[in-house]
């Protein structure tokens, strides 16, 4: 299974969200209430990805929207799938 993450660009950052049928396969597995969405300024993006690297904020966010560990997430996901508010894959992730 993979969870699709639609990422709107906004004036200053970018907002995260979990799609649809994401949000029901996350709900199936148990996992805590989450936020409808995750917001982060191009400056905080930037200054995590000169300490961290660059992909992973993107490992990152999810354990945020969805509310379960690392660790979970890779039992029961298979990748990540960022996608646009048109619905175009920027970027898929293995977990």
Same mark, same amino acid.
């Given at each position: 299974?993979?969870?699709?993450? *639609? ?36 400056? =905080? ?5 000169? =300490? ?6 993107? *490992? ?27 619905? *175009?894959?920027?970027? =898929?992730?293995?977990?």
């Amino acid at each position: 299974m993979k969870i699709v993450i *639609t990422v709107k660009n906004e004036p200053d950052g970018f907002r995260f969200q979990l799609a649809e049928a994401s949000r029901s396969f996350v709900q199936r597995l148990g996992a805590p209430s989450a936020p409808c969405s995750v917001f982060l300024s191009y400056e =905080t993006r930037m200054d995590f990805e000169q =300490t961290f690297g660059k992909s992973v904020l993107l *490992t990152q966010v999810p354990i945020l929207l969805i509310g379960l560990s690392k660790a979970l997430l890779k039992k029961h996901v298979g990748s990540l799938e960022y996608v646009n508010d048109h619905g *175009t894959v920027i970027r =898929t992730i293995s977990l």
